[in-house]
């Protein structure tokens, strides 16, 4: 099955810097959501993008989607040490479902 | 904010012992799921339930998984005879459902260890 796919990180960064994550996927979406995971803890929902937005803000959050390139960016501004955590995107391909398909996940640590 | 409630945290079991996993999702929310994630792997989709009905399924959701509502706001996953495989977080999930898709939540999740 077709799933959110992250690029691979793991980004270490200092407190202040912005830190940027990647995901793609193969097939349409009707929309991605990105999540925060703590470590052993659930998921914590962060923003929800539909497939007819480009870019979406939430406090220090922004999130991009390119339908044409089937790929989503997470950007967090002014990283705080409570920022450190895995994020995931999931993507919904179903209708009406909202059956989600999460990708590896990239791994955050923000250095106070 | 509204949120998804589970119990227990944590369990552990003994291989082949059944176990019932339960979540509270949110009130008005239509659609519940259950996803697993195996420590270190990705979130994997379970099972979605929607009017009383399981909806979909995965491969994963084999005849040894159930689930049930069995009142108006439990919703409960069970396996029937656990394998040391089923070690893993599970998370309950709840959204409002609909073709524009809304906000899954999650609960915190309940660990299983299978020993």
């Known amino acids: 099955s077709q799933q959110g796919e992250e690029d691979p990180q793991a980004l270490s960064i200092q407190e202040g810097e912005n830190a940027t994550m990647n995901c793609s996927y193969k097939?349409?979406?009707?929309?991605l959501q990105w999540y925060r995971q703590n470590s052993g803890r659930g998921l914590v929902h962060l923003i929800l993008?539909?497939?007819?937005?480009r870019e979406k803000h939430s406090g220090r959050l922004r999130v991009t989607l390119d339908t044409s390139k089937k790929s989503s960016s997470l950007l967090i501004t002014a990283s705080r040490a409570a920022d450190t955590a895995s994020y995931f995107c999931?993507?919904?391909?179903?209708?009406?479902?909202?059956?989600?398909?999460f990708g590896k996940g990239n791994q955050v640590v923000v250095i106070p | 904010e509204p949120e998804v409630t589970q119990t227990p945290s944590h369990q552990v079991t003994q291989m082949g012992q059944e176990v019932i996993l339960r979540c509270v999702p949110i009130?008005?929310?239509?659609?519940f799921y259950w996803y697993r994630q195996i420590l270190g792997q990705k979130v994997e989709f379970l099972v979605s339930?929607?009017?009383?009905?399981?909806?979909?399924k995965s491969e994963i959701f084999d005849d040894q998984f159930s689930v049930e509502r069995p009142d108006g706001s439990n919703f409960t996953l069970k396996i029937r005879s656990t394998k040391l495989e089923d070690s893993a977080m599970y998370f309950c999930?709840?959204?409002?459902?609909?073709?524009?898709?809304?906000?899954?939540?999650f609960g915190e999740g309940s660990w299983l260890t299978v020993v």
């Open positions: 999930a709840s959204g409002g459902g609909g073709f524009v898709g809304n906000t899954i939540y």
């Open positions: 097939t349409s979406i009707n929309n």
């Open positions: 993008i539909r497939s007819n937005e």
């Open positions: 999931a993507t919904d391909h179903s209708y009406g479902n909202n059956r989600l398909a």
């Open positions: 009130s008005n929310h239509l659609y």
């Open positions: 339930f929607y009017n009383n009905e399981i909806s979909e």
